[in-house]
């Protein structure tokens, strides 16, 4: 696979991980969005949920470090507009079955969570690949 072509959805948590905590277990996947490696999507409530938790006060972020954070992700990330219907599949968490939803219907090659109940539907969603984030670190590895 080339640059650029794995299109990933990365839940509010990677994403919460990977921004806030530079040298932590996930800091490692912004410098793969910033270089290439993936593309991360985006859709306005997945967007909103991320804002939403950016806020929460145990952040002890001001909306300038909320601003510079947000500068660290948008411009490499690919915008989803359309509809996103719903899926067959369904997640035991009604919370998180919006990011199977876009996963699945912006045709991304990987949704990435931690979250167990996203994770329970691994090998359901084919071709979607659903990883926590370790095993997407290993099949990145792999793919180059």
């Known amino acids: 696979m080339t640059p650029g072509q794995i299109r990933a959805f990365l839940d509010t948590n990677v994403l919460?991980?990977?921004l806030l905590f530079d040298h932590g277990r996930l800091g490692w996947l912004r410098p793969c969005w910033q270089?290439?490696?993936?593309?991360?999507?985006?859709?306005?409530?997945?967007?909103?949920e991320l804002l939403r938790v950016l806020a929460y006060p145990k952040f002890r972020?001001?909306?300038?470090?909320?601003?510079?954070?947000?500068?660290?992700l948008l411009p490499w990330c690919e915008s989803?507009?359309?509809?996103?219907?719903?899926?067959?599949?369904?997640?035991?968490?009604?919370h998180d079955q919006i990011f199977l939803d876009l996963a699945?219907?912006?045709?991304?090659?990987?949704?990435?969570?931690?979250?167990?109940?996203?994770?329970?539907l691994q090998g359901c969603t084919n071709p979607l690949l659903i990883l926590s984030p370790g095993d997407l670190q290993v099949w990145l590895d792999g793919s180059t």
């Open 80 to 94: 989803w507009t359309a509809l996103i219907p719903a899926s067959f599949h369904r997640v035991r968490d009604p």
């Open 104 to 120: 699945l219907a912006a045709e991304a090659s990987v949704l990435v969570s931690g979250d167990a109940d996203l994770l329970a």
């Open 61 to 72: 972020l001001d909306p300038n470090d909320c601003e510079r954070l947000l500068e660290d």
């Open 35 to 48: 270089c290439g490696r993936l593309t991360p999507l985006l859709a306005q409530p997945t967007l909103q």
């Open 16 to 18: 919460i991980s990977a």
